[in-house]
């Protein structure tokens, strides 16, 4: 698979990653031994980027791949997060951007991974009542000391970015990023990256699987689907997205490949390393098929046409979590 760059620290990953949140939590039924199967599938084939969270269960998807990577750490890079705060018992108490949670929750994941570092680590999101200056400094202090490699941030505003990379040079940037969602491209975030030279890391690039084409109703999502609530899944939102998706199948099939391999192929053209999240292997070996998908200009005229900023309907999360978004 072709290697890529984040950030200017050398920081080097495979050009698709894999999401594992849903393995352990927000996208219905787990299963342990399936979930095993898909990172050692990955892995197998060239997958590097392998990305997690303290607040993913909690903890318990950091104690997943842990366990994945037990007797070969240095086959993946490890990503992982902290801002988000919880209690040693899992316990959520809301945003936490000081110097000394995010010192504490930096041993408890390299406790739960498993390690002695952390590969690259964000602030999973900016709290509003600690400078982002003190709380990248105090993931700086982390690199001094070896127990994390790179730092990054995710769903920040420019002015962030730049304030933050001044304290410490970010390798990446972790925000939503699919032809689902191109805020990006103009709120001046992807811009920022560019002239600062700090790696995109797109998530949800399947637009949390819609892109995927294989959803048609609302009623396809277990009880525990936090898509229930997805203001882009419901009512009139839903039938608007779903044609949209439509269009998106016809261009895929006209090019012989999946939508999924479409538009992850996409995500790819614009620079971004995709980690698109899936439990099971079957979807994952479909995922890494786009990195053999060539996007050429007409493609990405015939993808903007149908699939332009603004032609999605509804936000992308329900109103209390897209406040804490643009940091």
């Not at 739960?112 to 400094?137: F, Q």
């Not at 009139?236 to 192929?265: H, I, M, W, Y």
């Not at 079957?282 to 032609?311: K, Q, S, W």
């Amino acid at each position: 698979m072709e290697m890529r760059t984040l950030g200017g620290q050398g920081l080097t990953v495979a050009a698709e990653g894999l999401g594992l949140m849903g393995m352990s939590a927000h996208y219905g039924a787990t299963d342990e031994t399936e979930s095993l199967a898909t990172i050692d599938r990955a892995l197998e084939l060239g997958v590097t980027l392998l990305d997690t969270a303290e607040g993913y269960g909690p903890f318990i998807n950091e104690q997943l791949l842990g366990k994945a990577l037990t007797g070969r750490r240095d086959a993946a890079v490890v990503a992982t997060k902290t801002g988000v705060e919880f209690t040693d018992q899992g316990e959520f108490r809301g945003h936490n951007g000081t110097p000394e949670y995010i010192r504490r929750a930096a041993d408890r994941s390299l406790r739960h991974l498993g390690t002695d570092h952390i590969d690259l680590y964000y602030l999973h999101r900016v709290d509003p009542a600690v400078p982002v200056e003190e709380s990248v400094g105090a993931m700086a202090e982390l690199v001094a000391a070896g127990k994390v490699r790179h730092i990054g941030l995710c769903e920040v505003a420019p002015a962030t970015i730049a304030r933050a990379h001044a304290v410490h040079p970010l390798a990446a940037v972790q925000t939503e990023y699919s032809l689902f969602e191109r805020g990006i491209e103009h709120d001046g975030v992807l811009e920022t990256l560019r002239e600062l030279g700090i790696g995109l890391v797109a998530y949800s690039p399947l637009g949390r699987g819609f892109l995927s084409g294989a959803i048609t109703s609302p009623d396809d999502f277990a009880a525990d689907d936090f898509r229930r609530t997805d203001p882009r899944f419901q009512g009139e939102n839903f039938d608007r997205n779903l044609a949209v998706v439509a269009q998106v199948r016809r261009l895929a099939a006209q090019k012989g490949v999946t939508p999924s391999q479409l538009a992850l192929a996409w995500t790819l053209r614009q620079g971004a390393v995709p980690i698109p999240g899936t439990k099971r292997r079957r979807y994952l070996e479909e995922n890494i098929g786009a990195t053999a998908v060539t996007i050429t200009d007409a493609d990405l005229a015939a993808l903007d046409a149908v699939a332009p900023h603004g032609a999605v309907s509804g936000d992308r999360y329900a109103p209390e979590l897209m406040a804490a978004l643009n940091g």
